[in-house]
């Protein structure tokens, strides 16, 4: 089994609050011998560079192709959530939180919204800061590097990924919350069918401490007696299905957490969707523009 998050073995659906660790239940390579292996690129990173002979090549990175058939589609089929904790590496992570931190101190994050009107204040529920970003903008090419690295792992588990037939996805939705103990309490990314089917979120959180720090992001898979509690840590890659399968919450954060989501969209419920919002639009005599949901989760 992948080693937890606090150095010990397990699977992270075993037990109610167990950790989820880099490798989730599975090899990269499957064999059963390789469950009790560090993480090639968790923890022990640090560890291991100091016992490598001087002028020995680091570790490296796991092929994308093999990474998308021989670990995430393996874990999506078998538990709907997957974990690969040093996705990108330390220094193209760090390009990324720069960006990231720019564009929370030059002002550009605004209150999350959500997508159903409700009589209550979206604080109350969500209490992040957003800014949505295609990648293209000035100041953002490190984030455009990480959704062009999500977008090629998808795209290699293409159909095999839950029989869908991905074809597009949200912008990138950048995400603060302050660290002023505010969380987002359970709630599922896509409950009415709105296209979105494969969430991905990419964590950006130093010397994160979740028994100081709080901020875990907790999923309640559908039909099992579990809770799968994910650490934001930095250069985590999180995945799983969008729908009423993964019920999920952000226990509040106490410290600033940043992460970044993207949601892909099934080509046929999205289609679905997008028709039947432009037939609402008709009846009410109004525009017909792009389903309120392209970009805007719950």
């Not at 022990?44 to 192709?65: D, N, T």
């Not at 990474?67 to 393996?74: I, K």
């Not at 209550?120 to 992040?128: A, E, L, Y």
């Not at 226990?251 to 957490?257: G, I, S």
Request: with cysteine; charged share 25%; glycine share 12%.
């Amino acid at each position: 089994m992948g080693r937890d998050s606090q150095g010990g073995e397990g699977c992270p659906l075993e037990s109610e609050g167990a950790a989820v660790g880099g490798l989730l239940l599975l090899a990269l390579n499957g064999h059963p011998e390789t469950k009790r292996r560090r993480p090639e690129n968790g923890d022990s990173e640090g560890e291991e560079a100091a016992k490598r002979p001087r002028g020995e090549p680091a570790h490296q990175p796991v092929p994308i192709s093999q990474l998308a058939l021989d670990y995430v589609l393996p874990c999506m089929d078998l538990y709907g959530i997957c974990v690969k904790d040093g996705f990108l590496g330390e220094a193209l992570g760090a390009q990324i939180l720069a960006e990231v931190e720019a564009l929370h101190l030059s002002g550009k994050l605004r209150d999350g919204q959500l997508v159903s009107q409700r009589m209550v204040p979206s604080q109350s529920i969500r209490g992040d800061r957003v800014a949505w970003v295609e990648g293209r903008e000035p100041g953002c090419w490190a984030i455009g590097a990480l959704m062009a690295r999500v977008d090629e792992l998808i795209q290699h588990c293409a159909s095999k990924l839950g029989g869908y037939d991905i074809k597009g996805r949200t912008k990138a939705m950048v995400a603060c919350y302050p660290g002023n103990g505010m969380g987002y309490v359970r709630h599922v990314d896509n409950p009415h069918g709105d296209g979105r089917c494969v969430t991905c979120i990419y964590y950006l959180n130093r010397q994160w401490d979740s028994k100081v720090h709080g901020g875990i992001l907790q999923i309640y898979p559908e039909g099992r007696p579990v809770v799968a509690n994910i650490e934001p840590i930095f250069d985590r890659l999180l995945i799983f299905w969008s729908d009423r399968r993964n019920p999920h919450e952000v226990k509040p954060a106490f410290a600033t957490r940043y992460a970044i989501t993207v949601w892909y969209f099934d080509a046929k419920e999205r289609a679905k969707a997008k028709g039947k919002h432009q037939r609402a639009m008709a009846q009410k005599g109004g525009p017909s523009p792009e389903a309120q949901t392209s970009n805007s989760p719950t």
